[in-house]
């Protein structure tokens, strides 16, 4: 099994960043596809950003040119990096590892 704990979430106005990162311990083949996802209040949980099994990476259209995810050298951490916020990008965001798992999750709250 995967342990995933988020963290950096807050609230900021529209225009601002944050860093939001993903610590994961645990079975290690979980750890290399590790994935954002956010749920918007009322609304399905919807992916954001991850590394698949082979290191690609993948934005959703709706984030593209403004998130930027990476991962530390020991793959135990992942970041998402969100500039130029929203108040659309609203949401409690999760880290997702690759057999499953899923965080707790860190809430993000954009003001206009």
């Known amino acids: 099994q995967v342990q995933l704990v988020e963290s950096g979430g807050g609230s900021v106005q529209a225009g601002g960043s944050l860093r939001l990162s993903c610590s994961a311990s645990g079975f290690i083949d979980c750890r290399y596809s590790l994935s954002w996802y956010r749920q918007a209040p009322g609304k399905e949980r919807e992916f954001v950003s991850g590394?698949?099994?082979?290191?690609?990476?993948s934005y959703a259209d709706s984030v593209k040119g403004r998130f930027t995810i990476s991962r530390d050298a020991s793959q135990n951490t992942v970041y998402l990096q969100m500039n130029d916020l929203k108040p659309e990008d609203t949401a409690m965001y999760y880290c997702k590892s690759g057999c499953g798992t899923w965080g707790q999750g860190t809430q993000v709250t954009v003001s206009s």
């Open positions: 590394f698949n099994h082979g290191g690609s990476i």
